[in-house]
């Protein structure tokens, strides 16, 4: 897997205080993307032991609420797998923070996914330029939801977070 950055002490992308890992590839190409940069699988830098310690580090942090998975797109062929493993790990690891993540691919779609057993918050769909409302939190377009995924799995329906 590849990333563009680590954002620590983030307040826009989810709940509370929160490190970001900023992954490379996406194959959504959404118009007017806030990060066409992220797109190329092989852009960015090698994700190493020296950046999960990182990102370990600011999550040992008791201020930081937990981290929200973005990029260019977690769940692109590419990037899943080690998504999935880091996740665990943070489960694992760091029981009390929360894990959201960003991904152009639908509820639907995702929802039979491993990865999905440990998300709190999925924020789904494509950014659509025309559905644009600055007043929505955590999402660009009024199509993107933002998902409470253990709620939705134990009551096999779609459950939102309260924004």
Not at 12 to 30: E, F, P, Q
Request: proline share 4%; net charge negative; aromatic share 12%.
């Amino acid at each position: 897997m590849r990333f563009h950055n680590i954002t620590k002490d983030d307040m826009l992308n989810g709940d509370g205080l929160r490190v970001v890992l900023w992954v490379a590839g996406c194959s959504h190409h959404c118009e007017e993307c806030q990060n066409p940069i992220t797109w190329n699988p092989e852009g960015g830098i090698p994700f190493t032991e020296e950046s999960k310690q990182e990102l370990f580090d600011e999550l040992g942090k008791s201020y930081i609420s937990g981290i929200t998975f973005s990029g260019g797109d977690p769940l692109y062929c590419t990037n899943e797998p080690e998504v999935l493993a880091l996740a665990k790990e943070i489960r694992q690891k760091f029981p009390g923070k929360t894990i959201w993540l960003y991904t152009g691919y639908l509820w639907e779609y995702v929802k039979n996914r491993e990865i999905v057993k440990y998300i709190d918050v999925l924020v789904d769909g494509e950014y659509v330029k025309k559905l644009r409302d600055t007043k929505l939190y955590w999402r660009g377009s009024a199509n993107q939801r933002v998902i409470d995924v253990q709620e939705s799995l134990q009551s096999r329906k779609l459950v939102l977070h309260c924004e």
